[in-house]
């Protein structure tokens, strides 16, 4: 629609909106009568406005009436904005644009008798969900909230965690039938300069009619759209959104979705979660490599089983070897079989059980986990070593924290298991290093993949497979943060914070 200004002419201007807003029935065109003549219209969204307010604010203007000396000051709407309309947030449309944008946004648009401006006045006022506990990222110790739908809780989540000016949140909108609002927040001076420039410039470059939710956004701007591995970080806990801009990283937050984006990731980011920072350090580091052993067991185990059982038995203990032999006794399928078949209807139980209600779905993780199981061994499908791997897999596969790293390991599950099957551990050492050769070329908004461990940055290393004492954690990870790298003054726990440039020259 062109930018066509706006007339003089109210009833004019209501016929060009009815049509604008033909078949519409919950926009609503409600008259305000002053001495019996109409004087203003106001135009809404049924269900998007706040009824209680707007019906306050027209009695008092029913009863009041329209100021003498409207027009003296400005333009007649910024002279409505003074006088008449006691709202928090109004502005001024000159368009017609303007005032169809603004409607749809949730906003009464108010045309005023002969004045050429309208007012949009922000009366926004839908139902939202309360706030809960995250379901996902569930945390022991830290905050039991989580973002919602509403772009204003989730922002005011982070000014409350971040109480800073430096703390900056610019407003986009994405999307050209949604017109999404969408808001970038990164910290001025420990963000780099660059990385923000770049997010802007990638929101400003998508070209969708639809933006829905964060993960349409996700794949817009993510630099490796065909890697398995994820390269922006989704989370619905404010704290690690705190933490993250603390770091010098940079958050997308989107209207009417709880996830919001943090980026630049890394692997080794994706492998942590909140609590390594709400408990005690030396757990904490315990815990992450015990995480770490665990993700290779996800990935390789069942591929080990196959090549060791099938190509390599002289590795095996011959007590073990003999109980696997007898095991296998009867069963018609090869080893690589067996396990393609536990894998494919392990992923199937998850998958019902994410599709199910909770009650319903614990109840056929249950049944197949234990029946279907059970049975199998007994009708001599699969072996029963073959169930304890692919169950020890699977609960391996449970300790990554994040979901869609963890999709990523269960999907390099399946060729690792045939390249061993085929060519025994060679197969499972040759995806190895064709995986990591593939995550050492990776960048996630030109940062490495895995940094600090690849390019190595030693410094970063306290942070990255263990997790040092916080007072040692001196500095932030160089590769992310901007000017302000220094968490902590120089020389000791409880020290003031020095200038952060004087510090970084010592």
């Not at 060679?426 to 990591?436: E, N, Q, R, S, T």
Request: glycine content about 8%; proline content about 5%; aromatic content about 8%.
């Amino acid at each position: 629609m062109s930018p066509v200004h706006l007339g003089i002419d109210i009833h004019k201007k209501e016929q060009e909106l009815k049509e604008i807003f033909t078949n519409c029935s919950d926009v609503t065109f409600r008259h305000v009568q002053i001495d019996g003549e109409s004087v203003i219209t106001m135009v809404y969204i049924d269900g998007l406005v706040n009824i209680d307010i707007l019906n306050s604010a027209l009695l008092k203007l029913s009863f009041e009436g329209v100021p003498e000396g409207l027009g003296d000051v400005g333009t007649s709407g910024e002279a409505l904005m003074q006088q008449i309309v006691a709202i928090a947030e109004t502005k001024v449309a000159t368009s017609l644009q303007a005032v169809v944008d603004g409607v749809l946004n949730g906003n009464v648009a108010i045309l005023i008798l002969g004045e050429s401006d309208a007012l949009l006045a922000k009366l926004q006022g839908f139902d939202t969900r309360a706030i809960q506990e995250p379901n996902i990222e569930y945390s022991i110790r830290g905050p039991k909230e989580s973002f919602t739908e509403s772009l204003k809780t989730n922002t005011s989540f982070l000014r409350r965690k971040i109480r800073s000016s430096k703390l900056k949140l610019q407003s986009l909108t994405v999307g050209e039938l949604t017109r999404t609002d969408v808001l970038i927040a990164y910290i001025e001076g420990i963000a780099q300069d660059s990385i923000v420039g770049e997010v802007i410039n990638r929101l400003e470059g998508i070209c969708t009619d639809a933006i829905l939710d964060t993960s349409y956004i996700e794949e817009f701007i993510e630099d490796s759209p065909f890697s398995p591995f994820p390269l922006i970080q989704n989370t619905e806990r404010p704290d690690i959104v705190a933490a993250s801009l603390l770091e010098g990283k940079v958050a997308i937050i989107e209207d009417g979705t709880p996830s919001v984006l943090i980026l630049p990731m890394t692997l080794w980011s994706g492998l942590q979660t909140p609590d390594d920072y709400y408990e005690r350090y030396m757990y904490m580091s315990f815990v992450r490599l015990l995480r770490l052993f665990m993700v290779l067991l996800a990935l390789f185990l069942p591929a080990f089983y196959v090549a060791v059982s099938t190509f390599h038995p002289q590795l095996i203990p011959a007590n073990l070897l003999y109980s696997i032999i007898s095991a296998r006794e009867g069963i018609p399928f090869s080893a690589v079989g067996e396990a393609l078949i536990m894998e494919f209807m392990f992923e199937v139980l998850r998958e019902a059980s994410n599709r199910l209600p909770k009650q319903i779905g614990s109840a056929v993780s249950i049944v197949g986990a234990l029946v279907i199981g059970q049975s199998a061994v007994q009708a001599g499908i699969v072996s029963a070593p073959m169930v304890i791997i692919v169950a020890t897999t699977g609960i391996a596969s449970f300790t990554i924290p994040r979901y869609s790293m963890g999709f990523a390991f269960r999907l390099l599950r399946f060729p690792i298991l045939i390249l061993g099957s085929i060519f025994g551990l060679y197969g499972i050492v040759l995806a190895a290093l064709v995986m990591i050769i593939h995550m050492v070329t990776l960048h996630s908004f030109g940062v490495p993949y895995l940094a600090p461990v690849s390019p190595q940055v030693f410094y970063s290393l306290k942070d990255t497979l263990i997790r040092a004492p916080r007072w040692m954690l001196r500095k932030r990870k160089p590769f992310i943060s901007g000017r302000d790298n220094t968490r902590l003054p120089a020389g000791g726990k409880a020290g003031k914070r020095s200038d952060s440039k004087n510090d970084q020259k010592k």
